[in-house]
């Protein structure tokens, strides 16, 4: 099958194309910025639906897996315009484009689209982000599941892996080098997510997309944790100095948009149906663990 894969570069993208061509996909990686050497790389502006439709006119896919977003939580507050266009009008642009080419879509989401009252989130409860960046990842959410295609939502929070994506580095390599370095970091109690393995997230997309599963599933992983007790395990797994990481608390950033304080998700639905389950975070920090290593 022929697959296209939006935000190839990212730090879900790159690992899923890497899987997806073990698996003997023909998998086309659309980039924005950072080329990526998987696949057949092609640049891609998500924005632009003419340049959108001449390249699903000219690869047809089978599959559209749309990890390409605009995930800066503060500048999606102060540049609501380039959310908007990114995250929303990006996402129709697909949408319309599977529409023609009648391919199956799967939208990468994010646990930022609840209000974060509470946590523990369920596919069916009612959403409703706080933020610009989730409202868009919202919108986009809408589009797809009011298309009448064969369609995925797959929801993800705090994507971390063992190397960065192109141009940013995601939460845990922050902090596993900044403990390296013996430097202090503050680090919030009061922010509980579900961190979610890059390479976990891959398999378990790739599973969906090989049986062709349809509906809305919580793809994080299957812990609920602040993003203290995160890091101090990571600091324990990697035999780093636990003291240099401070309690902090939301109040105290200096933050622009603000954030959900427990967005976390319950994975029971992607549990019971998938043969790649969510990890917890015991499993989850051991894999995370031999990858980084691996890359040394």
Known sequence: MKLLLTGASGLFGYRFAELALRESFEVYSGYSEHLINVGHP??????NSEAMMNIFSRIRPDVVVHAAALTDVDLCERDKVLAYRTNVNGTKNIVEACRRFSAYLVYISTDYVFQGDRGMYKED???????????????????????????????????????????????????????????????????????????????????????????????????????????????????????????????????????PRDSSLDVSKATSQLRHKPLNIEEAMRRFKVEVEGLA
């Open 42 to 47: 092609f640049k891609l502006n998500v924005t």
């Open 125 to 259: 409860d009612v959403c409703n982000p706080i933020d610009y960046y989730g409202y868009s990842k919202l919108e986009g959410e809408k589009l797809v599941r009011s298309s009448g295609l064969d369609h995925l939502v797959a929801r993800a929070s705090v994507i971390y892996g063992s190397r960065p994506a192109r141009g940013k580095v995601n939460f845990a390599l922050w902090a596993l080098e900044k403990l390296r370095k013996e430097e202090t970091i503050p680090v919030l109690v009061d922010q509980f997510v579900s961190p979610t393995l890059n390479s976990s997230l891959a398999e378990m997309i790739l599973e969906t997309v090989s049986r062709w599963i349809t509906g809305v599933y919580h793809m994080a992983g299957a812990t609920r944790i602040s993003r203290y007790d995160f890091v101090r395990m990571l600091a324990e797994a990697f035999e780093l100095d636990r003291i240099l990481i401070r309690p902090a608390k939301m109040d105290d950033m200096n933050w622009f948009a603000r954030r």
